[in-house]
């Protein structure tokens, strides 16, 4: 069991490991910044990355405060939902109601990868090697559907 101060540091040095898996990915060498992320360019819509000791995610989250507007902007997504999953074999999971830690309500499209502990560095690769992946097909899905979106 870690401290909360060893388990801070755990978590530094993981994302500061996946900063540096990313700058040898040819695909991210030529860009400004790696990955879209915050900057959407879409009001309430995010991409983010999670790694716990349940595994890793890659997510598209829409966090618009309005309910209605929420629900709204989340059907927008799913009616592309094929061309959204054209990349991604296993599908994405589309949760119109997940309730994050701290209790607020978001809408989010992401996929995961069970199986893997952010605990266990000697698995930080297979962490590094999905997200950098995922996110890259999430971004490009993302991309395909934005403008029809908007």
Same mark, same amino acid.
């Given at each position: ?11 530094k040095?993981?994302w ?6 990313c ?17 959407? $360019?879409?009001k309430?819509?995010e ?7 349940e ?6 989250e ?16 799913e009616?592309y939902k ?26 989010r ?6 199986g ?11 962490f590094?090697?999905?997200m950098?992946?995922e996110?890259?097909?999430?971004e490009k899905a993302? $991309?395909t ?6």
């Open positions: 069991m870690y401290s909360k101060e060893e388990l801070k540091q755990l978590k040095e993981f500061e490991g996946f900063g540096t898996y700058s040898h990915i040819p695909a991210l060498k030529r860009r400004k910044s790696k990955f879209m992320l915050y900057n959407t $360019k879409m309430g819509v991409m983010k990355f999670d790694a716990t000791r595994g890793a995610f890659v997510i598209l829409i966090n618009l405060h309005n309910p209605k507007d929420r629900l709204e902007k989340y059907e927008q997504f009616q094929t061309i959204m999953e054209k990349q991604f074999p296993d599908g994405l999971i589309w949760d119109f109601a997940y309730v994050r830690e701290a209790g607020n309500e978001v809408c499209i992401y996929t995961t990868k069970t893997i502990d952010i605990h266990r560095r000697i698995q930080w690769m297979e590094y090697e999905f950098a992946t996110m890259l097909k999430l993302f $991309k559907v934005k403008e029809a979106i908007e």
